[in-house]
């Protein structure tokens, strides 16, 4: 389904607070792409220098955020929304 381009805002940061309603943790490929869409969504393209080799998780999480360098931010919010729905249906399921 192609992203609406009035994603509210309001939506989005209702799906943030969602995040903290999972009964377990997401897997790391899960945290990290929830990480990346919100920092598209929230800042945009990746800024500044990308981490050293030996800062494992900072750099995992820049590379997945500079990946997402041509999502617009309403792209991304509608990502996130999504993931997070989808992430609490599973868990419901379990």
């Known amino acids: 389904m192609p992203p609406d381009n ?3 805002k309001d939506a989005f940061h209702a799906a943030v607070a969602r995040t903290k309603e999972l009964t377990r943790r997401p897997d790391n490929a899960a945290l990290l792409r929830l990480y990346a ?5 929230s800042e945009g393209d990746a ?6 080799a030996m800062d494992f998780v900072a750099r995992a999480k820049w590379d ?7 999502m617009t931010s309403e792209q991304a919010m509608h990502e ?10 599973s868990q419901a399921r379990d």
Request: proline share 6%; net charge positive; hydrophobic share 45%.
């Open 6 to 8: 009035d994603v509210s």
């Open 37 to 41: 869409l919100y920092k598209q969504a």
């Open 47 to 52: 800024q500044g220098p990308r981490p050293g």
């Open 64 to 70: 997945a955020w500079a990946a997402l360098a041509t």
């Open 80 to 89: 996130y929304i999504t993931l997070v729905e989808s992430l609490k249906a």
